[in-house]
Structures are given as structure tokens and as C-alpha cells.
């Protein structure tokens, strides 16, 4: 390809990762005080000021290039790797029929994640989902009835509430995600019920101790 048709290629690839890239910002959970859009702005402009600083390397190497071909290769590989790093799986939870309390997600062992929860509302996840989850779920009844209306997160900006547990008798942190299911006639409340996981959980598939 010469130059020119390199520069349309990657200037389109690049403007599309972008707008996918924005619209993923706007959906990022926020810290205890900055939002998740700030912080994924700022994520963004050090990206973008990295490309800057490679293709003007890059420059003096492919001199035949234009300045502008060689910023939207580099930042269609950046923008690339970028979506990886912000991305979140979307889980499929299945709890009991007419379950109402919290779900928790408790980090694990397991290689595949379980995501039908018991009668107390647990499930297992393991430590790459644990990581990278923070998109809200789909969440139905083991009928298959979709039960999001009634899912209340933690507060607007972040769904899923990230905690830990411990007792004398588990030393080891267990760590977890929840969020709360509500009861339909009362959708703008949340219970937050406080569960000793020590004595719900499946010990067997915990984190081995290191």
C-alpha cells in the first residue's frame, strides 16, 4: 500500500477504536472521589500523548511516511491494546426463583466461573473475571425470567460493590463482588444484608493460601 491509502485505512480503523474507546470511558465505574470518565480521560490522553511520542521515533525511521500515517497506525495499535484493558465481561447470573437479598461473587479457584447462585446467593468467580468485571450483569431465575429491574448497584457511577470478609477462623480475606435484588414494589430500596461468608461459602474453593 503506499502512503496515502495506509493513511485512510488506519485513519478509519483508528476513529472507530476511538468512538468505541469513548463510549467505554463513559461507562467506567468511579473511584471513592473521581469519576470513572475523569479517570478514563486521563487514561486516554496519556495514550494519546504516547502515540505522539512514537510516531515522531518512528518518523525519523520511515522518513517516506507521513507524519500523519504513522500517528494513525500507532494509534490504531494503542486504541487496540486499550480496548483490552478496559474490557469487562457482561456475566450471566441465575439465582433461585423469588430470591431477594444480595448476590455475592466470591474470588476463587475455579477455572470456569459458576454463576448460579445458591439459595444464599453466592456464586464463584475466578481471579480474571474478579479483575476485569465491572459492567452490570444480565440476571434472570432459574425460569428464565429477567429480574434487572428489580438489581439495584452500589451508586450510580459503579454497580457492583467490591468487599471482604474474614473471622478467627478464615485469616484469609474473601474477597467478592455483590450488588443488591429487590423486591418489585420496592425497586428504590437496598438491604446490603450483612453475611458472614466464613460460614456460607464453599472453603474448598477458596484461593490457596501463598
Known amino acids: 500500500m503506499n502512503d496515502r491509502t495506509l493513511k485512510y485505512v488506519f485513519g478509519l480503523i483508528s476513529s472507530l477504536l476511538l468512538i468505541g474507546l469513548l463510549y467505554k470511558i463513559l461507562k467506567l465505574p468511579g473511584e471513592v472521589i473521581l469519576p470513572g470518565y475523569f479517570l478514563g480521560g486521563m487514561l486516554l490522553l496519556g495514550v494519546l500523548l504516547s502515540c505522539l511520542i512514537i510516531t515522531a521515533v518512528l518518523k525519523l525511521i520511515f522518513k517516506r511516511n507521513t507524519f500523519l500515517t504513522l500517528f494513525s497506525i500507532v494509534t490504531t495499535?494503542?486504541?487496540?491494546?486499550?480496548?483490552y484493558y478496559l474490557y469487562s465481561p457482561t456475566l450471566k447470573i441465575v439465582v433461585p426463583k423469588g430470591y431477594i437479598g444480595s448476590v455475592t461473587l466470591v474470588l476463587s479457584n475455579v477455572d470456569e466461573n459458576i454463576l448460579t447462585v445458591d439459595t444464599n446467593g453466592i456464586g464463584y468467580i475466578n481471579q480474571w473475571t474478579f479483575k476485569k468485571t465491572y459492567t452490570t450483569p444480565v440476571v434472570i431465575d432459574n425460569e428464565g425470567n429477567g429480574l434487572n429491574d428489580q438489581c439495584v448497584g452500589f451508586n450510580r457511577s459503579t454497580f457492583w460493590a467490591k468487599g471482604y470478609s474474614t473471622s478467627t477462623e478464615h485469616p484469609d480475606?474473601?474477597?467478592?463482588?455483590?450488588?443488591e435484588i429487590v423486591s418489585k414494589d420496592k425497586t428504590a430500596q437496598k438491604r446490603y444484608d450483612s453475611k458472614d461468608l466464613t460460614q456460607l461459602v464453599d472453603t474448598a474453593k477458596l484461593p490457596r493460601r501463598k
Open 77 to 83: 495499535v494503542a486504541f487496540a491494546a486499550s480496548h
Open 173 to 179: 480475606r474473601i474477597h467478592h463482588l455483590s450488588f
